[in-house]
């Protein structure tokens, strides 16, 4: 039996390359409180990520979260329900109404032409996804968002290195916030990031992720503890240092299946946007039932008899998830619900091995597989 393959595998460097990176901590006894590899970090990723201001976190959801805490939001927030459970926890675990606008089904993400008539005189924000590691119209967003004086948080989870149109992705909208786990390109075990404009809001959000202490006698936030400590920040240094080539990679291993897989009746795959450089973070195979032959679902479970361990990602959509008790009607996100039941991201990582990328193709397109 061949090793068991899953959807992704964390980027690490070598052994000793992190031990040479976290050897000084034995002598500092500085283990967190944004410390020297803290804020090494931070300073590599403001220049990497091309942003102009940047704030490190324990993991991408507290990064969400905060942000949105210390934009001051009240009432509605435009979101789409085809993205990861933080995006919607983010902004209900906030006190905010999350109003659910359908997704484009070209690259899945908030379809533009439909935000504003979900406006009215609650909405304050629109929290939107780079889903898949693709950009938003951010154009029409920021045009709708001025028009009607709402900020705009993007979830750029997805979107690490991302550029359009030679910006770093976390340029565009008010904040965009990034993740560092384990399972996405790049990572600080856990871990995640606020870039911004506005350096009073960066201001909150630093004291925010410290639970709001301002001064040592003053604490004037009702902040949380969402410090990256130093082992994450040394992990991220030394991730970063080979990110370009983790990139390289994952772009073969991409090419690979979009050779394998084009022209192929019945499957959409993924394209890279016009103006947009690309970080190949992922890669979304939308099923049609009738054309293909078989069922995302029989896909699906046809890998994994092979041992080949792909995702449905994302299903299911957030507004359906059992913690809100259908208070959301999914029926006014068709094109999102439609998605979410066809759609399956295969296994996408740097190391994963041309051959192996043949073999997963070939068992989807297996005539047995298929009726
Ligand atoms: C991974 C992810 C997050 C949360 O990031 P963590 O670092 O795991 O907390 C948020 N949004 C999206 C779309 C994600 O994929």
Not at 156 to 178: E, L, P, Q
Not at 269 to 286: A, C, G, K, M, T
Request: charged residues 25%; aromatic residues 10%.
């Amino acid at each position: 039996m061949s090793e068991k393959i899953l959807v992704t595998r964390s980027s690490m460097p070598g052994f000793e390359e992190y031990i040479e990176e976290i050897r000084p901590l034995w002598d500092t006894h500085w283990l967190t409180n944004m410390g020297a590899k803290h804020q090494e970090l931070e300073a590599q990723l403001k220049d990497y990520l091309a942003v102009p201001n940047i704030s490190l976190f324990s993991n991408g959801h507290m990064a969400l979260e905060l942000a949105i805490q210390a934009m001051g939001l009240k009432g509605e927030v435009i979101t789409t329900p085809f993205t990861f459970a933080s995006t919607t926890h983010a902004i209900v675990r906030n006190g905010l109404e999350p109003v659910f606008c359908d997704i484009n089904s070209e690259d899945y993400t908030i379809d533009t032409t439909k935000i504003e008539a979900l406006i009215n005189d609650r909405t304050s924000a629109i929290v939107p996804v780079h889903v898949y590691g693709n950009v938003c119209n951010v154009e029409e967003i920021e045009r709708i968002a001025k028009k009607h004086e709402l900020k705009v948080i993007y979830d750029a989870a997805h979107t690490f290195g991302v550029k359009y149109k030679d910006s770093g992705i976390g340029c565009f909208g008010d904040a965009s916030i990034y993740s560092f786990h384990a399972t996405k390109v790049f990572n600080t075990i856990e871990g995640g990031a606020v870039s911004f404009k506005d350096e009073e809001f960066g201001l909150n959000l630093y004291r925010l992720k410290n639970f709001g202490i301002r001064g040592p006698e003053v604490v004037d936030g009702i902040g949380a503890n969402a410090k990256m400590n130093e082992f994450q920040a040394a992990m991220g240094i030394c991730n970063l240092r080979h990110i370009n080539d983790e990139i390289e990679k994952r772009r073969k291993v991409y090419e690979r299946y979009i050779k394998n897989l084009s022209n192929i009746e019945g499957i959409k795959i993924p394209s890279i946007q016009q103006d947009v450089l690309p970080n190949y973070s992922y890669f979304p195979v939308v099923f049609d039932n009738k054309a293909f032959g078989a069922t995302r679902n029989e896909v699906y479970n046809r890998l994994l008899e092979n041992n080949i361990v792909s995702r449905k990602y994302f299903y299911p959509l957030t507004n359906t998830f059992e913690c809100f008790h259908g208070k959301f009607d999914v029926g006014l996100t068709p094109v999102a619900l439609n998605i979410s039941k066809r759609v399956l991201t295969l296994p996408l990582f740097a190391d994963l091995k041309i051959e192996d990328v043949d073999n997963i193709c070939n068992i989807i397109l297996s005539k047995e597989n298929r009726c």
